[in-house]
C-alpha cells in the first residue's frame, strides 16, 4: 500500500510512495452530543519520511510543506487544495479531496538513527466548507 499527496496553491507539493507511510483521516464531530452534530469536521494526519537531495536527484517537497505551515492565516495562500490518493496493488482504493484546507500543525523529527528524518502534517478541512470535500473509493480494480 502506499500514498500519494498533491498540495495546490501558489506552488505545487507532491509527496509520493517514498516519502507517505501513514494516514489517519477522521471525521471530527463533538463528543459531548447526544445527537448527530451540524458541527463536523474533516482531518489528515500525515507522517513519513524525508528524503535528501542524492546524485543530481531533486529533494522532496517536505521542506514546502514546513514552509506552508508558516502562512500566516491572514493570507489567502494558507488556505489550499489538497488531494490524497490511497494505493494498493497500483489502484486507488480512496481519493481523499480537501478544497480549502490548512495546517493545524507541522513536526518534524532528527535523530541519529532515523536517517535523515521524518515528518508529521496535520490538516484540517475549513469548517465552513467541509461540504465540499469529497471522500472516493470503490474504483475498479
Known amino acids: 500500500m502506499g500514498f500519494k499527496l498533491k498540495v495546490e496553491g501558489q506552488e505545487t507539493i507532491e ?3 517514498d516519502n507517505i507511510q501513514t494516514v489517519i483521516y477522521d471525521t471530527d464531530t463533538p463528543d459531548d452530543s447526544n445527537a448527530r452534530s451540524t458541527d463536523v469536521g474533516s482531518t489528515l494526519r500525515i507522517s513519513g519520511k524525508i528524503i535528501t537531495a542524492v546524485d543530481g536527484d531533486s529533494a ?3 521542506l514546502k510543506l514546513a514552509l506552508w505551515s508558516l502562512v500566516p492565516a491572514e493570507k489567502a495562500d494558507s488556505y489550499r487544495k489538497v488531494t490524497l490518493e490511497v494505493i494498493a496493488a497500483d489502484q486507488v482504493v480512496r481519493k ?3 478544497p480549502n484546507a490548512f495546517v493545524v500543525d507541522y513536526n518534524e523529527h532528527f535523530g541519529d ?3 535523515v528524518g521524518a515528518f508529521t502534517l496535520y490538516i484540517k478541512q475549513k469548517k465552513d466548507k467541509t461540504e465540499l470535500a469529497t471522500i472516493d473509493g470503490g474504483y475498479p480494480v
Open 15 to 17: 509527496l509520493g510512495l
Open 60 to 62: 522532496d517537497d517536505t
Open 96 to 98: 481523499i479531496y480537501f
Open 113 to 115: 538513527t532515523e536517517g
